[in-house]
């Protein structure tokens, strides 16, 4: 018989995998409290923008490798609830230099929504492709509805008044998310948009594919260095935002925002 005090197990885990750990609650907590000091005008408007930026990226990171968990868990890998995976804590998704250091960098620098952590899915316990496939694409497909959602509070509350500072800042998240959504499905090896394809190579190309798939990042930087290559991705970016009603001077204006170290 199992004491009273055991921690309740579902399917083996303990229920303490499922539960938001308090690295994301803390990064919740950051978000609201910068979207209002934002909106309020309280303090430092810049840093203020700084840190609701910020923190909404980590917090959309957070999403995007709990749904490829979240998948995978559901597709047979219960693995990723023990390694972590399933409490949104960003320390969990690799190395927090390359998941959220460098990403951080890269939204500041360039504004550019960089793939970010890695869930490490356990493939040979998931069976059937399309399995596979869509643990990936649920990566890319939260920082679609990401983007979705802030265009549908933008669109319908900007026209409403409010501080331009804090319209800025949520027009800049969602263009990071629109430049998310478009790395994560591009067709690289390494990366949820290549992932998504790798089950359904012949064994051949497969091989092909694993032999560059630790490299994805850096195949990644190299495509976007080439101009022709580099102009196709923000070309279709801005097209997206275009698309969606996201107004170019609004999140050019919380760019410059978010860099408050350049006055």
């Given at each position: 018989m199992a004491p009273r005090d055991a921690e309740p197990l579902v399917l083996g885990v303990?229920?303490?995998?499922?539960?938001?750990?308090?690295?994301?609650?803390?990064?919740?907590?950051?978000?609201?409290?910068?979207a209002l000091l934002t909106w309020h005008g309280i303090g430092n408007v810049r840093l203020a923008v700084f840190g609701f930026v910020v923190s909404g990226w980590l917090v959309s990171l957070c999403l995007h490798e709990y749904a490829h968990?979240?998948?995978?868990?559901?597709?047979?890998?219960?693995?990723?609830?023990?390694?972590?995976?399933?409490?949104?804590?960003?320390?969990?998704?690799?190395?927090?230099?390359?998941?959220?250091?460098?990403?951080?960098?890269?939204?500041?620098?360039g504004g550019i929504g960089l793939p970010g952590g890695a869930v490490w899915v356990d493939r040979h316990v998931i069976p059937g492709r399309l399995r596979h496939t869509l643990v990936s694409l649920a990566g890319p497909a939260t920082n679609v509805l990401f983007a979705l959602v802030l265009v549908v509070v933008l669109r319908l509350g900007a026209p409403g008044g409010g501080p331009i500072e804090f319209w800025a800042a949520v027009a800049l998240l969602a263009f990071l998310q629109v430049t998310a959504s478009v790395?994560?499905?591009?067709?690289?090896?390494?990366?949820?948009?290549?992932?998504?394809?790798q089950p359904w190579l012949n064994?051949?190309?497969r091989r092909m594919y694993d032999l560059f798939a630790p490299y994805g990042f850096i195949l990644l930087f190299a495509l976007?260095?080439?101009?022709?290559?580099?102009?196709?991705?923000?070309?279709?970016v801005f097209a997206i935002g275009d698309f969606l009603g996201l107004p170019s001077g609004l999140y050019a204006r919380g760019l410059e925002l978010v860099r408050f170290w350049q006055g």
């Open positions: 303990p229920r303490a995998a499922f539960r938001p750990s308090p690295v994301f609650l803390v990064l919740v907590a950051l978000l609201v409290t910068s968990a979240v998948v995978a868990y559901r597709s047979g890998d219960r693995g990723v609830a023990h390694r972590g995976y399933l409490t949104l804590n960003p320390l969990k998704y690799s190395h927090p230099l390359l998941s959220i250091v460098l990403p951080v960098v890269v939204v500041l620098l790395l994560n499905l591009l067709p690289v090896p390494g990366l949820d948009g290549g992932n998504m394809i064994p051949q190309w976007l260095w080439n101009p022709r290559i580099g102009g196709w991705f923000f070309g279709a």
